[in-house]
């Protein structure tokens, strides 16, 4: 139970970090790739409007040939060539007008492509270029990516950016970003390995201590209910059968069956290796199916069956032979007079799967499912009048976790309880 209760601390931790740093790297990637679409916009808008080329700036700095911007027109306007728009090309940096590579290419009335301005790229041929324009103009799109080139389409024109170098950044920044994260999320993982013993230390000396008492008080107990039991016999014996002896023994039987149930869990709790041997299943299970037959009959309940034959598995098989009691004896003991009782085993994988099914007395609430395995839990009234202690399916869901299996209760129409179980 303690390397269960580890194992779940390291995978919770591990899990909230994984999907924080996922949050975080699609973030920080998703701005990135839209700051490099936005930029390329930005200056597609200015190609676009000024016919497929940059405006021709006055003066050395773009100025009128003093250094200084022109006053600030309305978006629209032209100044010397200089388009405002909603980023105006003094925006980026100087050199920006040499570095972009571009092309355009022009069309007709039926979105053919008819010329190209190419004197700004040397990977693409005229062949090539009316090729993107016309798959662009075909795309109904006016805005959007053809291979790592963005374009635009606006006024019978079509002016392509070479983003290549941009989205190349961007996809190493993707890459890098992506093993950073790996590389973290794998040295908290050995961090959490190496304090999570430290973190759960308090939660594990505490449940070894009530194993412990457990295991020994069982065993201190026992002696005490076998002397009272043989008292019992011993009175009997010199003055007769009475019904305080009766009661006597059949209180210390009960007794003595619970501490030998609770020191039977508090051991398959203990994440010991079980003697696992290779023995039929199915022939387990006959015997089983047909001593609560006889059982069911006896209080007025229908019992069926079906065992697929020839079935073996590998476990502990007085273990698996305590499952199959506890589970019928719980579905006999909790059904109603008249009522349905169901058992069910065929092979699945390499195990077995055993299904226990019984008309619920009163109906099953769903929310009561979820508490069905725990200890001494008692569901209701009508379940707290029968005799038990609420501790014979906690038993075994523990020798179904010790065999590596699952188990699992449901209700499919609210009146029927399903207990299954692989192993």
């Known amino acids: 139970m303690i390397g269960k209760l580890k194992r779940k601390f390291t995978a919770i931790t591990m899990l909230s970090l994984f999907l924080l740093l996922v949050i975080i790297m699609v973030t920080v990637n998703l701005l990135n790739y839209n700051a490099v679409i936005s930029e390329a916009d930005a200056i597609l808008d200015i190609l676009s409007e000024n016919g497929g080329a940059f405006p021709e700036m006055g003066g050395e700095n773009g100025g009128g040939g003093n250094g200084q911007e022109p006053p600030e027109k309305p978006s629209g306007e032209r100044d010397g060539g200089l388009f405002r728009g909603k980023r105006e090309l003094r925006d980026f940096s100087p050199e920006v007008r040499y570095e972009t ?121 026992k002696t005490p209910i076998a002397i009272i039991n043989a008292d019992a016999e011993v009175i009997e014996l010199e003055n007769g059968e009475s019904e305080w002896t009766g009661d006597i023994k059949a209180q210390t039987k009960r007794l003595a069956a619970l501490t030998d149930d609770l020191i039977f869990l508090s051991k398959m709790e203990e994440d010991v290796k079980l003697t696992l041997i290779e023995f039929p299943i199915s022939d387990l299970a006959e015997e089983a199916a047909k001593s609560f037959e006889s059982l069911a009959k006896t209080q007025g309940k229908s019992f069926s069956y079906g065992i697929e034959p020839n079935v073996s598995v590998t476990g502990d098989q007085k273990g698996i ?103």
């Open 101 to 221: 590579r571009f092309f355009s290419v022009k069309l007709d009335e039926n979105g053919k492509a008819t010329a190209c301005d190419l004197g700004r790229i040397a990977a693409v041929d005229e062949t090539m270029a009316l090729s993107l324009a016309e798959e662009a103009a075909s795309g109904g799109k006016e805005r959007g990516f053809i291979r790592d080139y963005r374009y635009l389409v606006k006024d019978g024109l079509v002016v392509f950016i070479d983003a290549s170098r941009s989205l190349d950044n961007e996809r190493s920044f993707l890459l890098s970003s992506a093993l950073i994260s790996l590389g973290g999320l794998l040295l908290v993982f050995l961090i959490v390995l190496l304090v999570s013993g430290r973190v759960i230390r308090p939660i594990s000396e505490s449940y070894e201590k009530q194993r412990r008492f457990i295991t020994d008080a069982g065993h201190e107990i």
């Open 321 to 423: 032979r305590q499952l199959m009691s506890i589970l019928l004896d719980n579905a006999i003991k909790y059904s109603p007079e008249g009522g349905e009782i169901r058992f069910d085993l065929k092979k699945s994988g390499r195990g077995a799967h055993i299904a226990v099914s019984n008309t619920a007395e009163g109906g099953v609430s769903r929310d009561k499912l979820a508490h069905m395995f725990d200890r001494f839990y008692r569901g209701d009234a009508a379940r707290s009048e029968k005799s038990g202690y609420g501790i014979g399916l906690s038993i075994a869901k523990a020798v179904v976790e010790a065999h590596k299996g699952r188990i699992s209760a449901s209700t499919p129409d609210g009146s029927t309880m399903v207990i299954e179980a692989i192993i």
